[in-house]
């Protein structure tokens, strides 16, 4: 059964850091693209970072470029989205997200999706 688990979200003041964690089940992690998406509320969702399969070419949105690194270990199964500087827009339920080999900025291209987990900058 293909399963994605986020962690590691939480509270956090702004400025401050969190690792964000995606577990996979069910599927060979080293031939999917993975992607981290966020919804704030009252907000569409917003695509952030992707890291692709086996070449492992990663983007990043230009909103969180320079302040968030994506990074894989196929061997745990485990996808990772280290971010710093937080700030209070940066509140919203992340998701991480398959599909086949190569990333996309679009989410309706990805076959299935974490449960989410809770990020919240705030003072």
């Known amino acids: 059964q293909v399963q994605l688990v986020e962690s590691g979200g939480g509270l956090v003041q702004p400025g401050g850091s969190l690792r964000l964690s995606c577990a996979t089940f069910?599927?060979?992690?080293?031939?999917?693209?993975i992607g981290w998406f966020r919804q704030a509320p009252g907000k569409g969702r917003e695509g952030l970072s992707c890291?692709?399969?086996?070449?492992?070419?990663?983007y990043y949105a230009d909103s969180v470029k320079g302040r968030v690194t994506i990074s894989r270990d196929n061997a745990k199964k485990m996808v990772y989205l280290q971010m710093s500087s937080l700030k209070p827009e940066d509140t919203a339920v992340y998701y991480c997200?398959?599909?086949?080999?190569?990333?996309?900025?679009?989410?309706?291209?990805?076959?299935?999706w974490g449960q989410g987990t809770q990020v919240t900058a705030s003072s």
């Open positions: 069910g599927f060979p992690l080293d031939l999917y693209a």
């Open positions: 997200a398959s599909r086949l080999r190569v990333c996309s900025e679009f989410g309706g291209d990805y076959a299935d």
């Open positions: 890291i692709s399969s086996q070449d492992g070419i990663k």
